[in-house]
T-cell receptor, first 112, second 111 residues
Framework: QKEVEQDPGPLSVPEGAIVSLNCTYSNSAFQYFMWYRQYSRKGPELLMYTYSSGNKEDGRFTAQVDKSSKYISLFIRDSQPSDSATYLC????????????FGSGTQLTVLP | DTAVSQTPKYLVTQMGNDKSIKCEQNLGHDTMYWYKQDSKKFLKIMFSYNNKELIINETVPNRFSPKSPDKAHLNLHINSLELGDSAVYFCASNSWEETQYFGPGTRLLVL
């Protein structure tokens, strides 16, 4: 079993839909949780960075962490075609200076 | 003004060859990483250097050898390339407790 599980999709939604992306993990030492967005043929870029449990909002994006359930989510409101990308969750036990463990990524397509 | 750059972007080579990929960051970070991303988009860390010192060395064939001549550079040399080495290799960097910034990737195809 992988340390981090993520539904690979693909996921297709109409423009304007609310998107929910999720990861589960098994390592209770993980404290730092990140979501990266990766466009085709590009490197991953950081979207959201949260520490421990709770919610964090940034524009149309909301990240949720539930450490008791070992479950993290990324919500995208009012999704746009420009949101079409692969979304990777990542987590680490001690900040991001040490080893990041990634999910396998969810491929999202937002249809105009 | 690229933060993390990699060369080359594309690399097509024959099995058995030796090749190198170079990475440079101009962010003043002291930690650099090499990741391998397979065809299913799974991103796995290979190595990490902090101030030119190897701090993470995952289970990677010893045909892969990283070298960090200074804090701003981390190169990856691969000997005796195999078909299974075909992947996208990403370089990343950060400073302590900060997020990692990724380069654009080097697409390696071994024929």
């Amino acid at each position: 079993q992988k340390e981090v599980e993520q539904d690979p999709g693909p996921l297709s939604v109409p423009e304007g839909a609310i998107v929910s992306l999720n990861c589960t993990y098994s390592n209770s030492a993980f404290q730092y949780f990140m979501w990266y967005r990766q466009y085709s043929r590009k490197g991953p870029e950081l979207l959201m960075y949260t520490y421990s449990s709770g919610n964090k909002e940034d524009g149309r994006f909301t990240a949720q962490v539930d450490k008791s359930s070992k479950y993290i989510s990324l919500f995208i409101r009012d999704s746009q075609p420009s949101d079409s990308a692969t979304y990777l969750c990542a987590m680490s036990a001690r900040g991001s200076a040490r080893q990041l463990t990634f999910g396998s990524g969810t491929q999202l397509t937002v249809l105009p | 003004d690229t933060a993390v750059s990699q060369t080359p972007k594309y690399l097509v080579t024959q099995m058995g060859n030796d090749k190198s990929i170079k990475c440079e960051q101009n962010l003043g970070h002291d930690t650099m990483y090499w990741y391998k991303q397979d065809s299913k988009k799974f991103l796995k860390i290979m190595f990490s250097y902090n101030n030119k010192e190897l701090i993470i060395n995952e289970t990677v064939p010893n045909r892969f050898s990283p070298k960090s001549p200074d804090k701003a550079h981390l190169n990856l040399h691969i000997n005796s390339l195999e078909l299974g080495d075909s992947a996208v290799y990403f370089c990343a960097s950060n400073s302590w407790e900060e997020t990692q910034y990724f380069g654009p990737g080097t697409r390696l195809l071994v024929l």
